[in-house]
């Protein structure tokens, strides 16, 4: 059944709609939201043979794409400037509407594209992969990576739409579904036993439907009180602090993302049991193990440590940690960075 989601932004209401099948009505839907002249897809060159002629089949209306290269590699600067180009290429003016159709790597740099090109042009955004249904393509979260580091050039932008069907998710490769996975138990582990409930279910695929949309709720709750990432949205980090350090040490290639943020959770639980607080962990690793996402922490302690000192450097003297109190309820949790640097050599 047809499920809709609004989220109030700075720039605008997002309409986030999610059912099975959406894909192929997703030209009625969008007629319904815009009445543009040109529309843009932007897509990359996994998704394109298999999506990208359903969707442009749909409109009547004049359509061009940009076809990026498929990876994170590829999500710099230059892929947004090719995507300008293309844009003045086709004739699109501020009145006209631009699609994200993909992965959140497509969303992303197509978010910034949309963004910034005229100031702002309408956005749709399409998910094709469970992380981009469940997170990225909600919340307005835009930009780049540069060879410094991830994400470093962005925009806060909502889209005025958000699609969601999760029959694309068919074509994933089973690693690209785990991925998205940990941060499906993420929300479970912040915000919503109930999910860790349906996951935990040997058949937990046949809810994925229920299942986005009870993470999308929370995603669209905690961007409803915290849109510029000032304070509450920081607890969807739970399992990133590590998480990202141990991405960062294996040079974004050992780990995929999702694989660095279920052992991220892992040692956030047992960085909880140091402090003294319940031992959480034992029913997180079968749960990620279940899924088939690692939970073991094999980088040394003492580069973990200098790896987290970046996020050090952003909040002073304490890290901010995403601490669970219980399944379905997480706290935002200074850490002295003291304290943190023992906690770290006995995880
Ligand atoms: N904006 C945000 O709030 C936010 C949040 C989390 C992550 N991100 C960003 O999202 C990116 C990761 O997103 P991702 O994991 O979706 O990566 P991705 O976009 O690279 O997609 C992963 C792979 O799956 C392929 N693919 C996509 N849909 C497919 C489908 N239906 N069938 C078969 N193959 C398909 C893609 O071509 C790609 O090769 C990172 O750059 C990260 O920084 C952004």
Same mark, same amino acid.
């Given at each position: 059944?047809?499920?809709?989601?609004?989220?109030?932004?700075?720039?605008?209401?997002?309409?986030?709609?999610?059912?099975?099948?959406?894909?192929?009505?997703?030209?009625?839907?969008?007629?319904?939201?815009?009445?543009p002249s040109r529309i843009?897809?932007?897509?990359?060159?996994?998704?394109?043979?298999?999506?990208?002629?359903?969707?442009?089949?749909?409109?009547?209306?004049?359509?061009?794409?940009?076809?990026?290269?498929?990876?994170?590699?590829?999500?710099?600067?230059?892929?947004? &400037?090719?995507?300008?180009?293309?844009?003045?290429?086709?004739?699109m003016t501020?009145k006209d509407l631009?699609?994200?159709?993909?992965?959140?790597?497509?969303?992303?740099? %197509?978010?910034?594209?949309?963004? /910034?090109?005229?100031?702002?042009v309408?956005?749709?955004?399409?998910?094709? /992969?469970?992380?981009?249904?469940?997170?990225?393509?909600?919340?307005?979260?835009?930009?780049?990576?540069?060879?410094?580091?991830?994400?470093?050039?962005?925009?806060?932008?909502?889209?005025?739409?958000?699609?969601?069907?999760?029959?694309?998710?068919?074509?994933?490769?089973?690693? /690209?579904?785990?991925?998205?996975?940990?941060?499906?138990?993420?929300?479970?582990?912040?915000?919503?036993?109930?999910?860790?409930?349906?996951?935990?279910?040997?058949?937990?695929?046949?809810?994925?439907?229920?299942?986005?949309?009870?993470?999308?709720?929370?995603?669209?709750?905690?961007?409803?009180?915290?849109?510029?990432?000032?304070?509450?949205?920081?607890?969807?980090?739970?399992?990133?602090?590590?998480?990202?350090?141990?991405?960062?040490?294996?040079?974004?290639?050992?780990? %995929?993302?999702?694989?660095?943020?279920?052992?991220?959770?892992?040692?956030?639980?047992?960085?909880?049991? $140091?402090?003294?607080?319940?031992?959480?962990?034992?029913? $997180?690793?079968?749960?990620?193990?279940?899924?088939? $996402?690692? %939970?073991?922490? %094999?980088?040394?302690?003492?580069?973990?440590?200098?790896?987290?000192?970046?996020?050090?450097?952003?909040?002073?003297?304490?890290?901010?940690?995403?601490?669970?109190? &219980?399944?379905?309820?997480?706290?935002?949790?200074?850490? &002295?960075?003291?304290?943190?640097?023992?906690?770290?050599?006995?995880?």
């Amino acid at each position: 059944m047809a499920q809709i989601l609004s989220l109030s932004g700075a720039n605008g209401v997002s309409d986030i709609h999610i059912e099975a099948g959406l894909l192929d009505r997703a030209g009625a839907v969008i007629g319904e939201t815009f009445s543009p002249s040109r529309i843009h897809i932007v897509t990359d060159s996994t998704v394109a043979p298999l999506y990208l002629d359903r969707l442009k089949q749909q409109f009547a209306l004049p359509v061009s794409e940009t076809v990026l290269p498929a990876g994170e590699e590829y999500k710099r600067l230059a892929a947004v &400037e090719g995507i300008y180009h293309d844009l003045l290429a086709s004739g699109m003016t501020r009145k006209d509407l631009i699609i994200a159709l993909g992965g959140g790597v497509t969303g992303d740099i %197509t978010g910034f594209a949309a963004a /910034t090109f005229l100031r702002g042009v309408s956005l749709c955004q399409i998910p094709t /992969t469970l992380l981009a249904q469940v997170d990225s393509s909600v919340g307005g979260k835009t930009g780049v990576d540069l060879p410094e580091g991830k994400n470093l050039v962005g925009a806060f932008y909502q889209p005025r739409l958000v699609l969601i069907d999760p029959n694309v998710l068919s074509t994933l490769p089973d690693a /690209t579904f785990a991925d998205g996975m940990a941060e499906v138990v993420k929300y479970g582990y912040i915000a919503n036993r109930e999910i860790l409930d349906l996951v935990a279910q040997p058949d937990y695929k046949q809810n994925i439907e229920t299942i986005i949309y009870e993470c999308v709720k929370i995603k669209r709750d905690v961007v409803a009180i915290d849109e510029h990432d000032t304070g509450l949205r920081m607890i969807l980090n739970f399992g990133h602090t590590i998480g990202h350090a141990a991405e960062k040490l294996g040079n974004y290639t050992a780990l %995929t993302h999702g694989q660095a943020v279920a052992i991220g959770m892992v040692c956030a639980m047992h960085l909880s049991a $140091l402090r003294g607080d319940a031992d959480l962990s034992a029913p $997180l690793v079968r749960l990620l193990q279940q899924i088939g $996402l690692p %939970t073991e922490l %094999t980088y040394d302690r003492e580069a973990i440590f200098n790896a987290l000192l970046s996020d050090k450097k952003k909040f002073g003297a304490t890290v901010n940690f995403i601490l669970v109190r &219980e399944p379905g309820r997480a706290e935002i949790t200074p850490i &002295e960075a003291d304290a943190l640097h023992e906690f770290i050599k006995q995880l």
